[in-house]
């Protein structure tokens, strides 16, 4: 596609509920990255994809999330039995790949746990 | 450990004046690369301007300019001429070994 596409835009749950966030990165890009943005907070990184290499998980927060990448393109972030402070956005990246270094960010999901 | 801070929450310039947001970071390598992301209340980030460490010319994109000082580990963002459309969240970011740090960002506000 022409950019970085994340659906839902928004979405609101219940405590104890799992979701799934989706991102669909520019065409070629091989490199995929998932953020959170807490409110008024900087990004936090939770995990990134590079082609067909073993993803960096170093900035899951916690068991319940999990990431993955279907044919080295498409995204799905899980949170399993959310939590209140799950609440945020939740930002997608793509790059080219290794060493091109120039994101190209989704709007994003903003996930609301009530 | 790299890390990137931005010490100004939030700052305000007047339509048509210039403004200078700060950055400082730290990291132990030579090679990385610098960056200024805006990100409106669109929440859409967008890639403002891009420094790479080993060059010391300071990098410029229209009105937007940087001030990279390496040794000093420093990275601000220079805003002339501010338009209305210029009021977002500007985070700053370093990239190296494939991992992108941000800062905590800096509301800019654009008084007409």
């Known amino acids: 596609g022409a950019g970085v596409s994340q659906s839902p835009s928004n979405k609101v749950t219940e405590k104890g509920k799992d979701v799934e966030l989706r991102c669909d990165p520019i065409?070629?890009?091989?490199?995929l990255y998932w953020y959170r943005q807490s409110l008024g907070q900087g990004l936090e990184f939770l995990i990134y994809?590079?082609?067909?290499?073993?993803?960096?998980k170093s900035g899951l927060p916690s068991d319940r999330f999990s990431a993955e990448r279907t044919g080295g393109s498409v995204s799905t972030l899980t949170i399993q039995r959310t939590q209140q402070e799950d609440s945020a956005v939740y930002l997608c990246?793509?790059?080219?790949?290794?060493?091109?270094?120039?994101?190209?960010f989704g709007a994003g999901s903003r996930l609301t746990v009530l | 450990a790299q890390t990137v801070t931005q010490s100004q929450p939030e700052m305000s310039v007047q339509e048509a004046e210039t403004v200078t947001l700060s950055c400082t970071y730290d990291?132990?390598?030579?090679?990385?690369?610098l960056f200024w992301y805006k990100q409106p209340p669109s929440r859409q980030m967008i890639l403002v301007i891009r420094q790479e460490a080993y060059k010391q010319q300071n990098a410029t994109e229209n009105r937007f300019s940087v001030n990279f000082q390496k040794a000093a580990k420093s990275f601000s963002l220079k805003i002339s001429d501010s338009q209305l459309g210029d009021a977002a969240m500007y985070f700053c970011?370093?990239?190296?070994?494939?991992?992108?740090?941000f800062g905590s960002g800096t509301k800019l506000n654009v008084k007409p």
């Open positions: 970011a370093l990239y190296n070994f494939n991992k992108f740090y």
């Open positions: 994809f590079q082609g067909n290499s073993a993803p960096d």
């Open positions: 990291t132990s390598e030579s090679d990385y690369y």
């Open positions: 990246a793509s790059s080219q790949g290794r060493g091109a270094n120039v994101l190209t």
């Open positions: 065409s070629g890009h091989t490199a």
